[in-house]
């Protein structure tokens, strides 16, 4: 009898592993990202909302149209933030995400930060949440990302 139970949980689990599911819907809208995957930063990523505050609680808006950032595997990025500079490198240590704009113009514009903005990284659920901390909002911020391509 226990070789009969071993049998049916062994076909079970090659059934159940051998399924693949999709991050992509028949729309090519991305609908799951990988948090624990070390390559989940990786795609075009659009702001769709903040979470701000004026003294009080926290308060989400909603933006459209908002900017782009787009990551390459080599450790480069380009974002749609800022006419000056829109291009760089990034790198990941722990939950910190620094993006390092490498131009002169920008550094000009932001003397204290070297060109270096540095984020906590969090997600909700599908969503890439980056708290800035270089730049510090006292009552705290965010700004809300939607993976758009990978």
């Known amino acids: 009898m226990r070789r009969l139970w071993f049998g049916f949980f062994a076909i079970a689990f090659i ?15 991305i609908t799951e990202v990988d ?7 990786i795609g075009k990523w659009k702001v769709v909302g903040s979470y701000l505050s004026a003294g009080g609680p926290q308060y989400y808006v909603e933006v459209e149209d908002g900017e782009t950032l787009d990551f390459a595997s080599d450790g480069r990025f380009s974002s749609s933030e800022f006419s000056e500079c829109s291009q760089g490198t990034y790198s990941i240590d722990g939950d910190e995400l620094t993006l390092d704009y490498n131009c002169e113009a920008f550094n000009k514009k932001f003397p204290d930060l070297s060109g270096k903005f540095i984020y906590y990284i969090s997600n909700e659920t599908t969503f890439l949440l980056l708290s800035p901390v270089s730049l ?5 911020c965010s700004t809300k990302y939607k993976k758009i391509s990978n």
Do not use: H, K, T, Y
């Not at 948090?35 to 930063?41: A, I, Y």
């Not at 510090?136 to 705290?140: F, K, L, N, T, V």
């Open 15 to 29: 059934m159940f592993g051998s399924c693949s599911a999709s991050n992509d819907n028949d729309n090519g809208i």
């Open 136 to 140: 510090r909002c006292i009552e705290g």
């Open 35 to 41: 948090f624990e995957s070390p390559s989940f930063l």
